[in-house]
């Protein structure tokens, strides 16, 4: 299927403007296909020209210009032509539309817990087509009005306020302008919560069997998201202007959330079924509140086209986290920015496929997708923070506010929230985007005490500096405002803010004295891997150990963890400042990061399996000792040793009822635990079985497929490949899961002939799935323990072939990760440091 080029998407805005949609969909016809009938009032700006209509159907029944049939057989790649426009127009299209099963289009989930089908509709990023017929691009906004026929007992949100008008049936108020790609619908025997805030009508929607879990979370959920909407009010000084507020958990959902004006629908893993650590409430808290910011921007003022995307992303992730911190209780959310957000971002900014954040130059709606990466999230908010912080509330709160007064219900670019931002008083903004949004790269800063003579003292003295060093291949020269402080044995600290301008720079703060350790970006201002000297590195066994700030032990432990992708720094010696400082550590962000880290990348891949698993398990368990019962640091800990354990009695025990004191082996702990003894096989098919028996719900189907791609037999891996290369009909969790549990570092040998099959296989997999899909699947079916040259010459091979788009992305990003790996190895081959 074509996607739209921006040259298609310039020449459509500029022969046409949508009034309004009607759209009509029968949902009554069974599990396979509904109804769709679209009319669409629109002028044209030059009478008698043509454009052209998106739509994606099983069958196109019938297209009407004007009152004229026309040949339905046109439909071609999803296109329909329009010619001859008059001045007002008026097409009706009519179709059966495939209901999906990978959470694009509409998706349609049948709940193994109590047979229940629940649909929703995604329409992100050019699905909507799959939906109803449309002109899909982001800057062709128009009203719409829904119409549903549903089973009798089911009901349904949208985008604009819904009410049955009989049994059946159902209207949708009409809506404000909204660009095609957030048109939603949620329908289904879905269980409600409702309520009020500020005059804003709020509905919270999950399906039956979840029920109990959103009525125990519902006044949480309810809380943050007032708190936010206030919040939100002080600071763009616009109401929310779509009326009401649905808050969807919809099954099988690929992202974390979609930001549809008034519906909002989340990934329903957010509604808990059983315990969590206290970063993932506050995740959940966050993405809530990231949503919210979309409403204003992002829904209420659109980028123009998809290379802004970022720039949508970015804000939204920025003003998150100073919501949650200043009007939430999840005052964590810098810390949980460090980890997750900001490694994130820091990995795909020095891969070879780094791009700069704003002007990626994506020329149709495909390769935005692609894009879409850790670089629009985490470092366009990294730097938006800096750019607020240099600019302070007045100034960029006053452009903000400006630039959605101006662009209401309309469409923007980068360039005239730059505008903006210099009308409200800023000076040097465009100058911060040329070095900041325009180049890619990370620069490396790094404290150093060198003799520098001063106008006292011609001879020199020793002076703290820092020095900042771009990537060869991106020459730049970034300012960066930090703290530096030297921190003494016991924690406490004297810094000093050093403003960086050139490539070495004076910091204000006298030498360290023997046993002190110097840290740049104490409070994780900027966007640069810190890389710390070996007698900092010394230190920091004890000085994890007693640093106050969460913040900075981030700092400290992203700073270890990128010296050792980038082989400058021992994993060993990585694993004995983990060993020593780990256990200390009491916040489940940092846990849950650092343990999965350990044994996800650490074990496996920098270090052999062989070597590193007796350490990592027990590094996981002395976590786990020291963890207070019942917290979440504990749940954290548990994990990882679940995850980690070499001898599988230990996870027996924890299941036939002796866990440790204060833990609770619910549903999700249950298959941590078995997906552990599934890959050291102390369980078998029955076992999991038995286990499904025990959790029929639609999680439980998902975890049993992980668990069962990872037993260690040629039967299982051999249906779990089937299963990723063959089966359409699995649902795009089943799907994930599989691909995710395949993969062991202690399977090698059991899976080592599909590491060549994955490069001649995949590829041709990726025409049966379309879209998130190909790039997710990909991504987690990827040989990532496969640490050889081999692996690496197999991977050059598949990247010359014609690939899809996401397929090509996942490869080479993932070969990047295995090139790392291969480095640290070599590097550090022998055990001894
Ligand atoms: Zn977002």
Redesign the pocket.
């Known amino acids: 299927m074509a996607s739209l080029t921006v040259a298609d998407a310039r020449e459509r805005a500029r022969v046409i403007a949508v009034d309004r949609y009607a759209v009509d969909l029968d949902l009554t016809r069974g599990p396979e296909t509904f109804g769709s009938t679209t009319t669409i009032r629109f002028r044209c700006r030059v009478p008698g020209a043509a454009t052209f209509l998106d739509v994606r159907p099983e069958r196109l029944l019938s297209v009407r210009l004007n009152g004229d049939y026309l040949d339905v057989g046109l439909l071609e790649d999803g296109r329909i032509r329009l010619e001859a426009l008059a001045e007002d127009n008026e097409v009706d299209v009519s179709a059966d539309m495939s209901y999906s099963h990978d959470g694009e289009g509409l998706h349609r989930h049948v709940d193994p817990a109590d047979g229940s089908a629940y649909v929703y509709a995604m329409s992100f990023l050019d699905a909507a087509p799959r939906i109803f017929a449309c002109f899909d691009q982001p800057d062709l906004k128009a009203p719409y009005s829904l119409t549903v026929s549903t089973p009798p007992d089911w009901t349904v949100v949208g985008n604009g306020a819904a009410w049955p008008v009989s049994s059946g049936r159902w209207q949708l108020r009409e809506t404000m302008p909204l660009s095609t790609y957030f048109v939603t619908l949620v329908a289904g025997p879905y269980h409600s919560v409702r309520a009020e805030h500020d005059g804003i009508p709020l509905g919270l929607h999950v399906k039956q069997s979840l029920a109990e879990h959103l009525d125990r979370d519902a006044e949480e959920i309810l809380t943050v998201t007032a708190q936010a909407f206030d919040e939100y009010h002080r600071l763009f000084g616009i109401r929310y202007p779509f009326g009401e507020y649905h808050q969807a958990f919809v099954p099988e959902f690929n992202a974390g959330?979609m930001?549809n004006p008034g519906c909002v629908t989340f990934r329903d893993q957010m509604v808990f079924r059983s315990r969590v650590t206290d970063g993932e409430r506050g995740d959940r808290a966050r993405t809530i509140v990231?949503?919210m910011a979309?409403q204003w921007f992002?829904d209420l003022v659109t980028m123009q086209w998809w290379d802004d995307l970022w720039l949508?992303?970015s804000f939204?992730?920025f003003m998150t986290r100073r919501v949650c911190q200043d009007a939430t209780a999840f005052t964590d959310a810098w810390v949980d920015f460090a980890f997750s957000r900001k490694r994130w971002g820091m990995t795909a900014d020095q891969r070879p496929s780094t791009h700069p954040v704003a002007g990626n130059g994506s020329t149709d709606a495909a390769s935005a997708l692609n894009d879409f990466d850790g670089i629009s999230?985490a470092k366009g908010a990294a730097l938006l923070k800096q750019l607020n912080a240099h600019l302070g509330d007045e100034v960029f709160l006053g452009g903000v506010r400006r630039h959605i007064g101006q662009h209401a219900y309309g469409n923007a670019t980068l360039a005239d929230l730059l505008q903006a931002w210099t009308d409200a008083g800023a000076v040097d903004v465009q100058d911060w985007a040329d070095q900041w949004l325009r180049l890619p790269g990370v620069d490396t800063l790094r404290l150093e005490t060198l003799r520098l003579a001063t106008e006292t003292d011609p001879s020199g003295a020793d002076t703290v500096a820092l020095t900042r060093t771009a990537p060869e291949q991106f020459p730049a020269r970034r300012p960066h405002t930090l703290t530096v402080a030297a921190y003494a044995a016991d924690g406490s600290s004297r810094s000093a803010e050093v403003q960086v301008a050139d490539d070495t720079t004076p910091v204000a703060l006298t030498a360290p004295e023997p046993g002190e350790v110097l840290l740049a970006d104490v409070h994780d201002d900027t966007w640069a891997k810190v890389r710390l000297d070996d007698d900092s590195v010394a230190g920091l066994p004890r000085l994890l150990q007693v640093i106050a700030d969460p913040v900075t032990r981030a700092v400290v432990w992203n700073s270890l963890t990128y010296a050792v992708d980038d082989a400058a720094l021992n994993p060993r010696t990585m694993l004995d400042v983990l060993e020593a400082a780990l256990p200390a550590e009491q916040q489940d962000i940092a846990l849950s990061s650092m343990l999965s880290w350990t044994n996800g990348v650490l074990r496996g891949r920098y270090l052999p399996q062989e070597e590193a698993d007796e350490r990592v398990a027990a590094l996981a368990t002395a976590v786990l000792h020291r963890a207070a019962p019942g917290t979440g640091a504990q749940i954290a800990a548990a994990r990882g040793v679940a995850g980690s354990a070499t001898d599988p009695d230990v996870l027996l025990f924890w299941l036939d009822g002796a866990p440790p004191d204060g833990l609770v082996i619910d549903p999700e702990m249950r298959w941590t635990v078995l997906q552990r003894l599934c890959v050291l096989g102390a369980v078998d098919d029955a076992r999991l079985d038995a286990e499904l028996a025990r959790d029929r719900s639609a999680a439980g189907a998902v975890h049993a497929a992980r668990c069962r791609a990872a037993l260690p037999t040629p039967e299982a891996k051999a249906a779990a490949w089937q299963r990723i290369t063959r089966d359409t009909a699995a649902g795009n969790y089943a799907l994930y899961a599989t691909c995710d549990g395949f993969w062991a570092p202690e399977q090698q040998e059991l899976t080592a002939p599909y590491v060549a099959r994955y490069f001649e296989e995949i590829p041709a997999s990726t025409g049966l799935r379309t879209g998130w899909v190909v790039g997710e699947m990909s991504r987690l079916a990827y040989p990532r323990y496969a640490v050889s040259d081999e692996t690496v010459d197999l991977a050059e091979a598949a990247l010359g072939q014609d690939l899809a788009t996401g397929l090509r992305r996942s490869i080479a990003d993932q070969t990047d990760d295995l090139r790392r790996a291969l480095a640290v190895r070599r590097r550090f081959s022998a055990r001894a440091t």
């Open positions: 959330a930001e990231h949503e979309h992002g949508n992303e939204a992730e999230y």
